[in-house]
């Protein structure tokens, strides 16, 4: 085994204790890398299972690269599984068409690695593509993980090729008689890659010859690298971050103390959806942390909130809908609704339990969040407030303001759940029967 190649795999099957006693997903579309590394597999003895998609973008050249894969595989006596996606699914994605594609790639291929009872899954990314991959994050404006390239192993996701250059894997081919098919769409400068691909590439290698080798150790480094941050952030949120159901808040003064607020940020909200730009613009938010009114920036699911010295991360409700009970007892998510005698009241804060006059409350009733135009008589207060206003008055933050509900009978408010009940439905003397709702956690 001479070959730098086979040598490349071979040591890099040692390295994560692999044998040929093992089943592999190899994904293969029949292009030169994907077959080199078949070719491979198979001559370090190897067990491997073809998984090959066609996408169908190409018309019959996507049927031939199936075939061709197919025709392969039962030459070689190789299991060989196959995926077509139909022209409906193709039409009905949404956004980057790679990204779709690969997200499906990879669901199907973790699939068969069930199926299979295999515990890895081999892909073909080689050097080049780890030097156009990070020049195309960096052109994006990328951070974090994002730039830092692929690794070599992902999870169950393993690049055996990943320190091999593309000149390497087409001298391996040619040297063992390997074909292959040309994907005609990767010949266009339709898609960013390509162009980095053909035009910048070229050009940055007549200045650095090794500029693959380069970008390779870089990658390795900040990986490392990675690790070590992703110890440090997470012992410092552990440390400062308050928990709680649906919320998350964090000192900014602790945050600043780190001098390291967009690395923290980034790796505390990238999760929930926020991207590199956001985090700057959360992070100029915090510079003024004694605002009084609050600063908010939004993902699709998450809201942060920078206000009187704290960001909060809310988790967004993703339906404002209101809820209708008929009657009682009743249970909405955490809260619950049931009948008592006046002598089985035991008050405690609005926060844990609230008692309304059942006699005085006609069902049905509607709990829903409240909005703009809201009134009620707060219970102790000389008149009638808008909703709004009570809240403001409160101090409560903005972040969990949007999330209060109130409680509605006949176009009412009889309450602002978790803070006060209307003064018409209070208690008294002559009760005979109450309303207790108690709340299981914070409200939203």
Known sequence: MSNPILLGIQSFFARHSIHTNETLIVGVS????????????????????????????????SMADEAFVKNYCQQQSIPCETRAVTQE???EHEGSTQEWARQLRYEWFNALKDKHAARYILVAHHANDQTETMLLQFIRGGAGKSVYGMAEASGAVLRPLLSMTKSAILNYAQSNGISWRN???????????????????PQIEQINPRIHDTILQRSAIMHEEQVLVDTAVQHFLTEQMTAHEGFQSLPIASLAATRAEHVVLWRWLNPFGFTSGQIYQIAEMCGDAGRAESARCSSATHDVFVQRG??????????????????????????????????EVSFTAD?????????????????????????FLPLGAPGNQKVADFLTHAHIPAWEKER????????????????????????????????CITFGGFQS
């Open 310 to 343: 704290m960001v909060n991360c809310v988790e967004r409700e993703m339906s404002a809908e209101s809820s209708t009970i008929q009657k009682f007892p009743a249970t909405l998510g955490r809260l619950n609704f049931s009948v008592c005698t006046p002598q």
């Open 183 to 201: 994907d005609s769409s990767n010949e266009t400068d339709i898609y960013t890659r390509n162009l980095i691909r053909h035009h910048l590439l």
């Open 351 to 375: 926060r844990e339990r609230q008692y309304l006059d059942a006699d005085k409350v006609d069902l049905p009733i509607c709990v829903r969040r409240w909005k703009a135009g809201d009134r």
């Open 89 to 91: 699914q193709r039409q």
């Open 30 to 61: 029949g292009g030169l890398d994907s077959m080199v590394l078949l070719h491979a597999c198979i001559a370090c003895g190897m067990r491997v299972v073809v998984a090959h998609v066609n996408y169908g973008f190409r018309g019959e050249e």
């Open 404 to 435: 209060i509900q109130v409680l509605e009978a006949n176009g009412k408010v009889i309450a602002v759940l978790g803070w006060r009940i209307d003064e018409a439905f209070k208690i008294t003397a002559a009760t005979r029967q109450c309303v």
